[in-house]
């Protein structure tokens, strides 16, 4: 009886850790295709947590914090369009400098509103029968985004098998003088990628906040936007691969929280449990050959 609930509480538990760093993993994903590393992915959502936390403390409305979480990340996709396509700035060194730029924005106004503030947060599904199906019992332990995480997975896996506009986003990354020579706005393209990413990313740090206290901490974020950046890597830019590491990580990084629950893994450190996620990533990023970005990320186009 033991065992059982300390799997349904670790699986149910999994399952709330994945949703953010699987959506952020689609925009990214979606991004890097269209040739631009976004590496800012951390400090938009560090900045969707924060707008979030701020707007549900101040209106009492979750949805409103959502949509504020929403609008944050179309400012943020706005900001990295001027330094990555209109600059045509390093990548890496301004994407990173936006992250220093959101994490000091975000902890100073912390400091200036929000410090141990909490708001509201999302209602799990608590009315699914839970008697004796183990299943419904998880289930039952989730709220909307799921939902939203699998409506963005199958949006996503559209986009990029099905459309037009993923055809063109694949071409942009990988023949990005094809698409100029053929008419197309390579610009536009990669404007539309960008945005998505951004607004994505801002969104899962907006259920961050929302699936847990609904109050902003500082750093909350704890480097998933980088770990999403491995995660796209390691999937070969495949929605449904990024969907299934992205659980793998959440598993290992659930151990944390309902690891004193089992009597063989309540021994080990809480601080490994809190690095082995981490680890585990970095680790099969060195040890997996054969991931080779698209021919065009972080490269420029010329005018």
């Given at each position: 009886m033991v065992d059982s609930i300390f799997i349904i509480a670790w699986l149910a538990i999994s399952i709330q850790l994945m949703v953010p760093i699987s959506i952020t993993c689609f925009g990214e994903l979606i991004c890097e295709k269209s040739g631009t590393l976004n590496i800012g992915v951390e400090g938009c959502m560090l900045l969707g947590a924060f707008s979030t936390a701020f707007t549900g403390i101040y209106t009492g409305s979750i949805i409103l914090g959502?949509?504020?979480?929403?609008?944050?990340?179309?400012?943020?996709?706005?900001?990295l369009t001027l330094l990555y396509l209109v600059r045509n700035m390093d990548q890496i060194?301004?994407?990173?400098?936006f992250n220093l730029f959101a994490f000091g924005l975000a902890g100073a106004l912390h400091s200036s509103f929000l410090s141990g503030q909490m708001g509201p947060t999302l209602k799990s599904f608590g009315f699914l029968s839970t008697t004796n199906n183990p299943i419904l019992q998880i289930i039952s332990q989730q709220n909307i985004s799921l939902i939203y995480m699998l409506l963005l997975f199958v949006f996503v896996l559209l986009v990029v098998n099905k459309t037009w506009l993923g055809l063109h986003i694949k071409a942009a990354g990988e023949?990005?003088?094809a698409i100029v020579s053929s008419g197309k706005n390579i610009l536009l393209i990669r404007f539309i990628?960008?945005?998505?990413?951004s607004i994505l990313a801002a969104s899962a740090g907006s259920i961050l906040v929302a699936s847990s206290s609904g109050g902003f901490v500082?750093?909350?974020?704890?480097?998933r936007g980088f770990?999403?950046?491995?995660?796209?890597v390691l999937a070969?830019?495949?929605p449904l691969s990024a969907l299934f590491i992205s659980f793998i990580f959440a598993l290992i990084q659930a151990l944390q929280f309902v690891?004193?629950?089992?009597?063989?893994?309540?021994?080990?450190s809480p601080h490994l449990w809190n690095a082995l996620p981490y680890i585990a990533v970095i680790g099969l990023l060195v040890a997996i050959k054969g991931a080779e970005y698209p021919k065009a990320v972080g490269i420029p186009l010329k005018k």
């Open positions: 959502f949509f504020a979480g929403i609008a944050t990340g179309v400012l943020c996709g706005l900001c060194v301004s994407g990173l400098m023949r990005p003088l990628a960008l945005m998505i990413c500082p750093g909350m974020t704890a480097g770990i999403a950046l491995g995660i796209v070969r830019w495949n690891g004193n629950q089992n009597d063989l893994l309540s021994t080990v």
